[in-house]
């Protein structure tokens, strides 16, 4: 479903992917790993076609995600990190917004934003804006609206981050729902090991821009002879710190912080 | 095509809720031309011709223009940091559509709080040509007796007020 071939990053003089292959099969949930600054996030772009790769290919659903992008973007969805709702518009909206964005026919829209919302326990609620939400609302609402236009492929970006444990759980019961009962291929990537573990039929670890290992949680533990994933996770990666330069967005969001301004 | 419109309708929604917005253009061109309108029309008559008012009229107008034009831009800006601009961003629709369709729904609001002032300036008498036709060309003219007197570069004003010079 997912094929990824050799493909490389490279930002002036930095290289951030180092030539990366691995597949990923229709129906299995696939868990990226890897500590800060491993390129976790610029291979998550580069999957979500919202960077190209600097060689290598990438192919969705036997889609190249360079050559022919906007077939390529149809075939997924996805969870941001940072929220990306639209904050000043209502749940039901901000869903209505998204099927319109992707082409869905009014009727199959409006009967599957029903059922995704009742699915979210969110349908009481489609009224209200998505201001008023709690985080873990508007996390329900935006893996909904990720899955709205019915993707073959679901990407999410460390989806619990910041969540009650309540929340967490909640989220990968609705998760493993839509992946057993759609057979959606759903890529994630977290840094609650534990999650993975759990969630997870395949982990990938990534770290200095190269796949170090990928297999099952077992395979992992058995490869480094450690009890834990988490542990296993550690000896492959290493145990010292990393430092990650802020993002320009996190640079603008400091910034209004500092000024104390909001919408 | 569809997501034109619906990008229309977002921006249209966004204005029409938010309150604060809403009284801001109106009060910002009231505060110049009360401001400015009782403050400066005094001095403006003494030394040239003619009102003011109708002057400044067109001035304002422009000026609301400019300013929620402003705010449109930065309105990119504030999708992008709270993330929805990544959304648009991901979705099979090209640029250009998000483009036109965020720039319709603001051009609606230009034209609301442009055309608001300058219904409002009608009910004061301003005239239709003073407002109709806001071009920024003004020109000066050298040869005047009075050098800070400036002509709106209108043929209707012009032949009123210069003899068609």
Not at chain 1, 94 to 103: D, R, V
Not at chain 1, 191 to 209: K, N, Q, S, T
Not at chain 1, 229 to 253: C, K, N, P, Y
Request: aromatic fraction near 10%; glycine fraction near 8%.
């Amino acid at each position: 479903m997912i094929r990824v071939r050799n493909i490389t990053k490279t930002f002036k003089s930095f290289t951030a992917v180092k030539g990366i292959s691995f597949d990923v099969e229709q129906g299995e949930i696939f868990a990226f790993l890897g500590p800060n600054g491993a390129g976790k996030t610029t291979t998550m772009k580069m999957l979500t076609t919202m960077l190209s790769p600097s060689s290598g290919t990438i192919e969705l659903d036997g889609i190249n995600t360079v050559r022919h992008q906007m077939a390529a973007r149809k075939k997924f969805g996805i969870v941001f990190q940072d929220p990306s709702l639209d904050d000043q518009q209502t749940a039901y909206e901000n869903l209505e917004l998204h099927g319109i964005l992707y082409g869905m026919p009014r009727k199959l829209r409006v009967e599957r934003i029903e059922q995704l919302l009742t699915i979210f326990e969110l349908w009481d609620r489609r009224k209200d804006f998505v201001k008023q939400f709690s985080g873990g609302m508007k996390r329900r609402l935006e893996i909904a609206r990720g899955l709205l236009h019915m993707p073959k492929i679901f990407f999410l970006d460390e989806p619990t981050l910041g969540l009650d444990p309540q929340s967490r759980s909640q989220l990968w019961t609705h998760v493993k729902y839509l992946n057993d009962t759609e057979n959606t291929t759903i890529f994630l990537t977290t840094h609650y090991i534990d999650e993975a573990e759990r969630v997870a039929h395949r982990i990938a670890i990534i770290d200095h821009g190269e796949l170090i290992a990928q297999g099952t949680a077992s395979d992992l533990k058995a490869q480094t002879d450690t009890e834990s994933l988490e542990g296993a996770f550690l000896a492959l990666t290493g145990t010292s710190l990393r430092d990650e330069s802020a993002s320009s967005t996190e640079q603008v969001r400091g910034l209004a912080q500092m000024l104390g301004s909001s919408r | 095509m569809n997501a034109i419109y619906i990008l229309w309708l977002r921006e249209v929604k966004r204005y029409v809720r938010s309150r604060a917005q809403i009284i801001f253009s109106l009060a910002q061109p009231t505060f110049y031309l009360l401001a400015f309108g009782f403050g400066f029309a005094p001095v403006f008559e003494k030394a040239g011709e003619g009102s003011y008012l109708h002057f400044l009229a067109p001035g304002v107008v422009g000026m609301t223009v400019l300013l929620s034009s402003m705010f449109s831009g930065i309105a990119v800006l504030w999708d992008r940091q709270f993330g929805f601009l990544k959304e648009t961003l991901v979705a099979p629709v090209t640029r250009i559509y998000l483009m036109i369709g965020r720039t319709l729904g603001r051009s609606n609001h230009r034209h609301n709080s442009g055309s608001t002032d300058a219904s409002g300036l009608r009910s004061r008498r301003v005239p239709a040509t003073a407002l109709d036709q806001p071009r920024a060309g003004i020109h000066f003219r050298s040869d005047d007796r009075n050098p800070f007197r400036c002509a709106w570069n209108d043929p209707g004003l012009n032949d009123q007020r210069h003899g068609g010079s």
